[in-house]
């Protein structure tokens, strides 16, 4: 992703972050229905390709800790803390001194709890970011969130690693195979209340797709999950498994695996 030469120098002068705060607004594509992502990725390669003094970064600390009155849903000032988001992710992916990875880090679990749907998806797209740099770095953070995460975690999780540019290295396409393996088991301890919420709605709408991204990439060891679970009585399971196994990505490529789990699954649940 090329970066977009003013935001060097915006974001490297005290005096001008207003009118990069104003740039980022103005081109944000917010209120509507799609945020321009590039500029959003263009912003974090700019950031991350910057040695940033100490003000610089309590600026996209602040940024991206922007709450949700100053910056409500859908419009151009929630775009804000959306880009410090993802470029806190681009940023901890290049090494940064433990103190700043520990307050990124930060950052980013508590933007995939955020109220705002954009906002949580950039707590994924910031993982994804360091992913794409840091592997290593992103399984470690994944082992480290997973211990008592709530289900829109648990979904910033899986969206950051449903990553296909991240997945062609196989020990972190495993990894994140079993990654699911252990969030959809949890689905099936789940209470009744809990799968009424809207948090577990997000984890299952995320489960729905993102199971299927890892699958591809690791047939072998995903199919054979993918029959394991389909056997599984659960409702939430099944609806989850059937979503997954209507992905072109699936169908296309596997046909013959495709079709094998989909009549387990009828078994087990019902067509």
């Known amino acids: 992703?090329?970066?977009?030469?003013?935001?060097?120098?915006?974001?490297?002068?005290?005096?001008?972050?207003?009118?990069?705060?104003?740039?980022?607004e103005a081109n944000s594509g917010l209120?509507?229905?799609?945020?321009?992502?590039?500029?959003?990725?263009?912003?974090?390669?700019?950031?991350?390709?910057?040695?940033?003094?100490?003000w610089q970064w309590d600026f996209l600390l602040g940024?991206?800790?922007?709450?949700?009155?100053?910056?409500?849903?859908?419009?151009?000032?929630?775009?804000?803390?959306v880009c410090a988001?993802?470029?806190?992710?681009?940023?901890?992916?290049?090494?940064?001194?433990?103190?700043?990875?520990?307050?990124?880090?930060?950052?980013?679990?508590?933007?995939?709890?955020?109220?705002?749907?954009?906002?949580r998806e950039a707590s994924a797209m910031g993982l994804q970011q360091i992913g794409e740099r840091?592997?290593?770095?992103?399984?470690?953070i994944v082992t480290e969130w997973l211990a008592g995460a709530g289900p829109l975690v648990l979904r910033a999780i899986m969206a950051g690693l449903a990553h296909p540019p991240i997945l062609g290295d196989e020990e972190l396409a495993l990894f994140s195979l079993d990654?699911?393996?252990?969030?959809?088991?949890g689905v099936t301890r789940a209470g009744g209340d809990e799968r009424k919420s809207d948090d577990f709605r997000v984890l299952r709408q995320g489960l729905s797709y993102a199971l299927s991204v890892f699958v591809a990439k690791v047939p072998v060891e995903g199919f054979a999950l993918m029959r394991k679970l389909s056997a599984v009585r659960d409702p939430d399971i099944?609806?989850?498994?059937?979503?997954?196994l209507k992905k072109k990505r699936l169908i296309d490529?596997?046909?013959?695996?495709?079709?094998?789990?989909?009549?387990?699954?009828?078994?087990?649940?019902?067509p």
């Not at 099944?238 to 997954?244: D, L, P, T, V, W």
């Not at 490529?253 to 019902?270: C, H, M, R, T, Y």
Request: charged letters at 20%; proline letters at 8%.
């Open 31 to 54: 209120p509507g229905p799609r945020a321009n992502l590039e500029l959003v990725y263009s912003f974090a390669s700019s950031a991350a390709s910057m040695h940033l003094e100490d």
């Open 238 to 244: 099944a609806r989850i498994m059937r979503e997954n």
């Open 85 to 119: 988001v993802v470029a806190l992710g681009a940023l901890y992916g290049t090494g940064l001194p433990r103190p700043r990875r520990r307050s990124a880090l930060a950052a980013l679990l508590s933007a995939a709890s955020d109220p705002r749907w954009r906002v």
């Open 253 to 270: 490529a596997f046909p013959e695996d495709v079709k094998q789990v989909s009549l387990i699954l009828d078994e087990a649940n019902g």
């Open 134 to 140: 840091n592997p290593g770095a992103l399984r470690a």
């Open 1 to 24: 992703m090329k970066s977009f030469p003013a935001f060097g120098i915006l974001l490297g002068s005290r005096g001008k972050l207003q009118e990069l705060c104003a740039l980022l």
């Open 63 to 81: 940024l991206a800790a922007t709450s949700p009155t100053k910056a409500p849903v859908n419009s151009s000032k929630e775009y804000l803390p």
């Open 179 to 185: 990654t699911a393996r252990t969030i959809l088991g």
